[in-house]
């Protein structure tokens, strides 16, 4: 099994930066994509960024020129790295990984972390 935590959410004002960490343990054979998704109130859940195993990465439009994924696979890590941040950007977000737990599984399956509060101020 996958667990994922979270870190780095917080209060900040408009115009602001943040950068959130997920750190992946566990037992597993290799993670494959990582992800950070978030939830507004009232709102379904939604891909903020993903970057693949050899690091191509895409994002949601709201968010491209301002935030930045990267990862760490030494460290079975995923980070958010948030500036310009503007007040719709207030959500809970979610880290996920798609990993096998083993060689010979036929498929990834997808872990999701607690989630981290971001809130941006005006």
């Known amino acids: 099994q996958v667990r994922l935590v979270e870190s780095g959410g917080g209060l900040v004002q408009a115009g602001g930066s943040l950068r959130l960490s997920c750190a992946a343990s566990?037992?597993?054979?290799?993670?494959?994509?990582m992800g950070w998704y978030r939830q507004a109130p009232g709102t379904q859940r939604e891909l903020v960024a993903v970057?693949?195993?050899?690091?191509?990465?895409n994002y949601t439009d709201s968010v491209k020129g301002r935030f930045t994924i990267s990862r760490d696979n030494a460290k079975n890590a995923v980070y958010l790295q948030m500036t310009r941040l503007i007040t719709e950007d207030t959500a809970v977000y979610y880290c996920?990984?798609?990993?096998?737990?083993?060689?010979?599984?036929?498929?990834?399956?997808?872990?999701w972390g607690q989630g981290t509060q971001v809130t941006v101020s005006s």
């Open positions: 970057t693949s195993a050899d690091g191509d990465t």
């Open positions: 566990g037992s597993f054979f290799r993670i494959y994509t």
């Open positions: 996920n990984v798609d990993a096998k737990t083993r060689p010979t599984a036929i498929s990834t399956v997808r872990y």
